[in-house]
């Protein structure tokens, strides 16, 4: 993989537990902090910034998650997930799959608009304020007793709000940028959705869609693909045409991807998860088993779609960056924000074929 922020990495990730520990430190003025304080809508901030070059990837990245070809995080780097979105478009597209950001996938990919790669936006209250668990417990039986799983801290739910990286948000600004309600951030452009807020919602999925930045109305899948060797879900509308994919880890060794043709029978958005030490390998069945209560945190993430194949499922995960470099127990996972635009367009019943 080619990082893009070369330099910037190198020094930033260094600061970047500092600027962690920093977060909130000082008060915002007053006249900064948006007045409702309920609100989760980033506005542009009124800030004398130099304009930010971005470089030609990262731009390409925040295009492909807009147009439903998810790079995974947005990074600046060419690595595997970047390329294999880069050929699901070029293929929904009629492009030669280059995997490459050739001249016919940059306009294809602009559609005749100028959208710029990143955003300075304010900092709204309402996201600000959490609530966090600052000291996340690594053991599943201490989980089991926190209310919720959700962000460690701010700078988290701000790289997964930008479908992103907290390294890759240093990058973007500095090591002594303070994080807080009211200021001033510079993101990857990932817009606000409009979400409905009226109807039953006993789990709170309205405010998860708002706070990843995905939008309650998707495309329809006819199907879903999961395809091991590419490390991608695909979407297929039912003219079977290529709508949307997704990078995705699927399977190990110990836990192959179970191949085949798979209904999906329902799916839980912020799901509690039932933690079944006898059903890992990997983990001592001295361990007892547990109920771990919904959030971004939790093992499956946000949502759960169950399938027809008995213990597997598609769903989140609380380590983003990991998807398609690490291994799962055969189930197939998204990142929180991918997992949550595939919970909006499948339903029971959706075919899901799992292939080499």
């Known amino acids: 993989m080619k990082p893009i922020f070369i330099l910037p990495c190198l020094l930033l990730v260094a600061g970047c537990n500092a600027a962690l520990d920093r977060e909130g430190s000082e008060k915002a003025p007053a006249a900064e902090v948006a007045a409702d304080s309920d609100t989760l809508r980033f506005e542009d901030a009124k800030t004398d910034a130099a304009p930010f070059a971005a470089p030609p990837t990262l731009r390409a990245q925040v295009l492909l998650d807009h147009l439903g070809f998810s790079p995974g995080v947005i990074d ?126 006993p789990r709170g999925w309205n405010g998860t869609l708002e706070r990843l930045g995905v939008a309650p109305e998707q495309l329809a899948a006819a199907k879903v693909v999961v395809d091991k060797s590419e490390g991608v879900l695909k979407v297929y509308d039912d003219a079977d045409r290529l709508v949307a994919q997704f990078p995705a880890t699927m399977g190990s060794q110990h836990d192959p991807l179970p191949i085949g043709t798979w209904k999906i029978k329902g799916v839980s958005r912020n799901p509690d998860f039932h933690y079944n030490p006898k059903l890992f390998w990997d983990v001592s069945n001295d361990k007892d088993a547990v109920m771990l209560k919904p959030g971004p945190n939790s093992p499956v993430g946000v949502a759960w779609i169950d399938l027809s194949k008995p213990h597997y499922g598609i769903h989140g995960t609380s380590e983003p960056h990991t998807i398609g470099r690490a291994e799962s127990h055969g189930c197939v996972r998204l990142t929180n924000w991918d997992a949550a635009r595939v919970a909006q367009m499948v339903k029971p019943g959706t075919p899901a074929i799992f292939q080499n």
């Open 76 to 201: 600046g780097r060419e690595g595997q997930s970047y390329v294999a979105a880069l050929r699901g478009f070029q293929n929904a597209r009629g492009i030669e799959e280059s995997g490459k950001l050739d001249a016919a996938t940059e306009e294809a990919l602009l559609q005749g608009r100028d959208i710029p790669a990143t955003r300075m936006v304010v900092i709204p209250a309402g996201f600000a304020k959490g609530p966090f668990v600052p000291a996340f417990p690594k053991d599943a039986a201490d989980q089991a007793k926190l209310p919720a799983l959700g962000y460690r801290n701010l700078t988290e739910a701000l790289a997964e709000r930008f479908h992103t990286t907290p390294e890759t948000l240093v990058a973007l600004n500095s090591p002594s940028t303070l994080v807080g309600a009211g200021r001033p951030f510079r993101v990857p452009n990932i817009p606000d959705v409009d979400v409905p807020k009226t109807g039953d919602d």
